[in-house]
């Protein structure tokens, strides 16, 4: 780990304190952040991606962070990237949040998308302990964006991501299917 990485855990630990992953009841940082930065780091990842995988929500997550704050303690190349990896809510409850996520994931620069891959890999980790309902809406909208990213130039990187996360979701589509089946009866 880098000086500079060590800086942004300690920041994104710090930032994240007392924030708890919706499913396991774990600590967010610990159970999401972490796992993100090492699927990066293990991915090469340079320092710019290793830092934006832990610093990804913390705009998003935590008030009062902005990107002013990250420009100035980790620099202009970070501080872009996590820009870049940060939903603007004005346009998501515009769009609905698969179309915004496969517009923004389609026009990301290569690095900000190669964090963003990683961060939706991990999430997906979670469907089997997420709720029949989420579970459904989260496997739909990956495939949706999973589908439509393909029409963006990607790098050899991006598609073994993406390929990762299509068999993943190949893995657990018996039971989305049982799912689906089971909503379609009780109507």
Known sequence: MTKLEKKAFEFAKKAHEGIIRKFSGQPYFDEHVLKVYETV????????????????????????????????EFGKEISNIVRELT?????????????????KMSHMSDKALNVKLRDRWCNIQDLPTASPKF?????????????GITKRDLT??????INEINSFLDNISESVKYIKSFTDFKK
């Not at 004005?90 to 609905?96: R, Y």
């Not at 050899?156 to 991501?161: A, D, E, Y």
Request: charge should be negative; hydrophobic fraction near 30%; include cysteine.
């Open 41 to 72: 780091k293990d991915d090469d990842g340079d320092e710019s991606e290793r830092c934006a995988a832990l610093l990804h929500d913390t705009v998003e997550d935590v008030e009062p962070i902005t990107h002013e704050i990250l420009e100035a």
């Open 87 to 103: 939903s603007d809510d004005k346009k998501l409850e515009e769009m609905g949040k698969g179309p915004y996520l496969l517009d």
């Open 135 to 147: 579970k459904k809406k989260y496997y739909d909208e990956t495939r949706f964006i999973m589908n």
């Open 156 to 161: 050899p990187k991006h598609i073994k991501i």
